[in-house]
């Protein structure tokens, strides 16, 4: 079964790209990856650009609707995630415990519902 | 009520949990599993009427099962269910042969009590859980001592059974890595089940039953988890307080230790206690909560307050810091030591502490205690303190009697 993982950190917290911390947490990023791939359970994960990025997109009626920023304003937000196929959320949460986003933030497990079963 | 009645009624507290584990464990759906057996129990009113079944339990599983299979097949999902259909059927075939021998329904309760206690369930939810899939409890009961509705209790659980079937929450006992800490959650439970009778949130603030029935899952955990030293610390911390419990309240206020009837305690659950605390620290593997049980056992062999063996105490309150981070073990220490050493130098070991612990109400309560011990005027103000802070409405009667005492 396919989990999510919503990695939510806050972007202040964040660490600066070309210090040594950043440099560490790449590595540790990589060996979860690492990890995710060895145990066959990697489906796809990628980090997003920050929050500050972000464009807001509803449809009312008819009409497209843009706004500048995230679709909530939190202290913690979505900076990546993880797709994993886990047999069952004790697998998910282990995995999930790997993420070193997990130390500063908190992931976010969310089972993904199997479509196939409503056709 | 009727002979049948009574006998459905004994059946569901003392079966109800073995048979719906066991029934889980054919289906895999929490609430299916509840919805069948419940049918099964309503069919049992009915049939019964005329004479129990050979085996009632056997009767009762072979029901709710035939209850399943029909669900299933009326049902939306019925092709993804195919598996469990089979296991059902199976099943069905193989108890109508050998004509529901009791001893053919498994024990698959250890299976319940870890998904009831699943970690990604909230507290409250795996307490509700619990009590009800294990401890032969109600909704209602169960909603009254968390002071919410029947309808938000009743909501709860449904949720949490939709959860444990969505997220993947395994029916299974935890694999040996993730064992010692998942055993840990649930006696954790079992724990807040106990406390909620001993101390509980709403009133009134004793309630036996509670207490009752977390003795009895960690008996049951306990026969179905032999040799682990951790359940056995458990009970026995639960038998010896439960022993002292007939003392502890008198005209609705708490009694301290030092004006406790030591004659109401109970002999035999102190008997009791004893040997299990014994047996668990035997093993080796201490934890926080046989070092609790080894502390309630010293108050329990002390013939009198003044007998108490308050050094071992003071020490013991020290090496459960080292297994558990809360700053009432510190303040507890620090009352053990004001017998041994006097409250003069327990007074000094607070003010220590004054900045970190002044948000807490023990430390209010153990100031005003050791002031009023050293005959000082400055105890009024800080027991006007403490009860500020008290809540529970037994230990602010106590409270407000020191504090009496001291003006009259």
């Not at chain 2, 603030?205 to 306990?222: G, H, Q, T, V």
């Not at chain 2, 014994?278 to 007998?307: M, T, V």
């Not at chain 2, 007074?347 to 205690?369: C, I, N, S, T, V």
């Amino acid at each position: 079964m396919q989990y999510m993982l919503l990695i939510y950190t806050d972007p202040a917290a964040g660490l600066t790209p070309g210090t040594q911390e950043f440099a560490d947490m790449l590595v540790r990023y990589g060996k979860a990856n690492e990890a995710y791939h060895a145990d066959g359970v990697y489906k796809a994960g990628d980090a997003l650009q920050p929050p500050s990025t972000a464009t807001t997109v509803k449809v009312r009626n008819g009409k497209v609707q843009t706004m500048d920023g995230p679709f909530a304003e939190t202290k913690e937000m979505l900076a990546g995630y993880y797709l994993l196929d886990c047999p069952d959320l004790d697998a998910a949460i282990k995995y999930a415990a790997m993420i070193p986003g997990a130390e500063i933030g908190s992931i976010e497990v969310r089972p993904v519902v199997d479509l196939t079963k409503f056709r | 009520m009727t002979e049948t009645a009574a006998a459905i009624n004994t059946l569901m507290s003392d079966d109800g949990g073995r048979l719906l584990a066991a029934l889980m464990a054919e289906l895999r759906d929490f609430q299916l599993a509840e919805d069948c057996l419940q049918e099964a129990w309503a069919s049992a009113v009915i049939h019964w009427q005329r004479g129990l079944p050979g085996s009632p339990q056997g009767w009762l599983l072979q029901v709710a099962r035939r209850k399943a299979i029909d669900h299933i097949r009326r049902g939306k999902n019925f092709r993804e269910k195919q598996r469990e259909l089979l296991i059902l059927m199976e099943h069905d075939q193989a108890a109508s042969a050998d004509e529901s021998d009791d001893s053919v329904i498994p024990d698959e309760r250890l299976r319940l009590i870890f998904t009831c206690c699943h970690p990604a369930l909230d507290e409250t939810t795996r307490i509700a859980l619990t009590l009800r899939s294990l401890g032969g409890m109600t909704t209602p009961e169960i909603a009254r001592a968390f002071l919410v509705t029947e309808d938000a209790m009743a909501q709860r659980l449904v949720r949490a059974k939709h959860k444990i079937s969505v997220a993947g929450i395994r029916y299974e006992v935890p694999e040996a890595d993730a064992l010692p800490a998942r055993l840990n959650s649930v006696l954790d439970i079992i724990y807040l089940i106990f406390n909620e009778g001993y101390a509980s949130r709403a009133e009134p603030y004793m309630r036996p039953e509670f207490c009752d029935e977390a003795i009895r899952l960690a008996r049951l955990l306990m026969h179905l988890m032999t040799g682990e030293p951790a359940i056995e610390g458990l009970l026995a911390l639960m038998l010896l307080h439960q022993a002292r419990a007939p003392a502890r309240l008198k005209d609705d206020a708490l009694v301290p230790l030092d004006e406790q009837d030591r004659a109401l305690w109970s002999k035999s659950l102190i008997k009791k206690g004893l040997v299990h605390v014994k047996a668990a620290l035997s093993r080796g593997l201490p934890d926080a909560y046989q070092i609790q049980a080894a502390i309630s056992a010293l108050h329990c062999e002390a013939q009198d307050f003044a007998a108490t063996d308050w050094a071992q105490i003071a020490a013991l309150y020290g090496e459960l810091t080292r297994h558990k981070n809360n700053p009432v073990i510190e303040i507890n220490r620090i009352a053990a030591l004001s017998h041994v050493h006097g409250p003069e130098l327990a007074l000094e070991m607070l003010r220590g502490l004054e900045d970190d612990f002044k948000a807490y109400q023990p430390f209010h309560a153990l100031k005003a205690d050791l002031l009023r011990r050293l005959h000082d005027p400055a105890a009024a103000q800080a027991y006007e303190a403490a009860l500020a802070m008290t809540k529970n409405q037994a230990e602010w009667k106590f409270l407000e009697k020191r504090l009496l005492a001291l003006q009259a």
